[in-house]
C-alpha cells in the first residue's frame, strides 16, 4: 500500500479563504473506495494501491474544476514502500518508539 500526501489548490477565486473547497474535496474522498484517508492542516493524507491513489487524486483535481476554479496547483509525494506493509500510522508509531527509546 502506498501512502500519498496531496496538496491540490484552486487559484484565482473570489476569496483568500479555501476551507469550502477543501471541505468539498473531503466529501469527494468519502465516496471513494479502496483507500483511507486523512485531513491535516496542510494537506490530506491518502493510503491505498498506487492505482487508486492516482485516479482519485485526478478526481479530487478535477472537483476544483468543477467548483469553479479556473485554475488548479496540485502537488503531491509518494511514498510506496514495497519491502513490508506501510501504512501513515505504522510510520508514525516506529518514530514515536525510537523517541522513547
Known amino acids: 500500500m502506498a501512502i500519498a500526501e496531496v496538496t491540490i489548490i484552486p487559484i ?6 479555501l476551507s469550502s ?3 468539498g474535496m473531503q466529501h469527494v474522498l468519502a465516496q471513494e473506495e479502496g483507500i483511507t484517508y486523512e ?14 491513489l492516482f485516479a482519485v487524486i485526478r478526481t479530487l483535481h478535477e472537483s476544483l474544476f468543477e467548483a469553479g476554479a479556473g485554475r488548479v496547483s496540485t502537488s503531491v509525494k509518494i511514498d510506496d514502500r514495497r519491502d ?17 527509546g
Open 12 to 17: 484565482g477565486t473570489a476569496t483568500t479563504s
Open 21 to 23: 473547497y477543501v471541505a
Open 39 to 52: 485531513l491535516t492542516s496542510m494537506s490530506t493524507i491518502i493510503e491505498g494501491p498506487t492505482d487508486r
Open 84 to 100: 513490508q506493509p506501510s501504512s501513515s500510522a505504522q510510520k508514525l508509531r516506529s518514530v514515536r518508539e525510537k523517541l522513547q
